[in-house]
């Protein structure tokens, strides 16, 4: 535990010595970070050895145990650090290392550990998002190519991608898991169109993207064709340390902390208000302490062999309700402020004085992009039907 705690504080360290100020201040002020700020963030991450540290050290990380992992992740979201962008380094470069084969991992873990080459994920479709299985995407094999039609949804940083892992039917026949193929598309083919999607937030995060007759080269099958299902449940098992995402959240609850003994300390706000407010703080922390609590036994379970089972979907659920917790109780403490949300308020926040009324927007912006962890990743009505499958068979 000691030797834990130790890495805990080089973790903070770190993150006060190496991160970018305008960086820094972007996240301070819940500004929009661009990909800029990510790649330079993650090629610090990588020169230090930390990008990729739950990787084996045979792939080129340090193999780190998942209480390790826990570990940075929450000393990174605590610091202030932006996410470590998931789709290359947790999601594709693992898959690569497990599935691909030698020349697919030749051309593309470089890219992957560097951040040069930047990946988005093409899983869901308009009728196929939580139901994955009844996509309808589909490649054809002609030779040496496979021809790719269909669309996808909420393709997250589509815009900002090089290169695509995509999820594609190559058989009508049998179960539906069984004709699914795992395709690597470069985001430059022609035939492929991306349609920005505004969020709630008023922010440009994910995409609809098209494919019309998008020639691929067969040799980017991954594994083996018709067994793309497989790998899927591979890639999403690999989140599951990373799911509850508490990191973040522990730093929004500091944030909360100061906001609220600054209403105790004004005395123009009513006492049954600060009174209100107090209890749904108080009720707030005893979920986050909760779920942090649960997500370090199970970690700790994993690694001695326990079976995931459905232990990532009650993290997933529970993860999400006590964010939203967290956004709510936020737009209670700015009061009036509140309703006062301007997507501009988030860009180019070194130029701009920070004030109250931009702050509470940089946290409506946290409520309204909130109501989407119910939803990606499978929604929490799926993942409630996983549980009850584990538990009632």
């Not at 139901?131 to 996808?152: C, F, H, I, M």
């Not at 009513?270 to 649960?294: G, Q, S, W």
């Not at 062999?305 to 309700?321: F, N, Q």
């Amino acid at each position: 535990m000691n030797a834990l705690e130790d890495f805990r504080r080089e973790v903070r360290q770190f993150v006060t010595e190496a991160l970018p100020r305008d960086i820094a201040a972007k996240v301070e002020r819940g500004a929009q970070l661009e990909k800029d700020d990510y790649v330079r963030w993650q090629k610090i991450l990588q020169r230090k050895g930390w990008l990729v540290g739950e990787w084996p050290k045979a792939w080129g990380g340090e193999g780190w145990q998942p209480a390790r992992q826990l570990a940075f992740l929450q000393e990174l979201g605590l610091a202030g650090a932006p996410m470590i962008i998931p789709y290359g380094v947790k999601m594709v470069g693992p898959v690569l290392n497990t599935f691909g084969d030698e020349e697919q991992k030749r051309r593309h873990i470089p890219g992957i550990l560097s951040s040069d080459v930047w990946w988005c994920q093409g899983y869901s479709e308009p009728g196929a998002g939580s139901d994955l299985a009844s996509l309808k995407t589909s490649a054809v094999r002609e030779g040496d190519v496979y021809r790719v039609n269909g669309s996808k949804l909420w393709t997250t940083q589509a815009h900002w991608a090089d290169w695509m892992h995509c999820l594609v039917r190559t058989d009508n026949r049998g179960k539906r898991q069984e004709g699914i193929s795992f395709l690597l598309i470069d985001m430059k083919t022609p035939g492929l169109t991306i349609r920005p999607i505004l969020t709630l937030d008023g922010q440009h995060h994910t995409n609809e993207t098209f494919f019309d007759n998008v020639v691929v080269p067969a040799e980017n099958l991954v594994g083996v064709e018709g067994k793309g299902w497989d790998i899927a449940k591979f890639l999403l098992g690999n989140e599951r340390i990373s799911i509850a995402d508490t990191g973040p959240k522990l730093r929004l609850l500091q944030v909360l902390r100061g906001m609220r003994a600054q209403v105790d300390r004004d005395p123009d706000t009513p006492t049954f208000v600060k009174a209100r407010l107090a209890a749904k703080m108080i009720d707030v922390e005893t979920k986050l302490n909760t779920l942090t609590a649960v997500e370090s036994y199970l970690v700790r379970a994993w690694a001695e062999g326990r079976p995931v089972g459905a232990d990532g979907s009650l993290l997933k659920i529970r993860g999400t309700e006590v964010l939203q917790a967290l956004t709510e109780v936020a737009l209670d403490l700015e009061g009036p402020y509140a309703g006062v949300h301007d997507p501009a308020d988030l860009r180019d926040p070194l130029q701009i004085p920070s004030t109250p009324a931009k702050r509470a927007s940089a946290l409506a912006h946290e409520y309204l992009y909130g109501r989407c962890w119910s939803i990606f990743g499978g929604t929490n009505e799926v993942q409630r039907n996983i549980i009850a499958k584990a538990a009632l068979g």
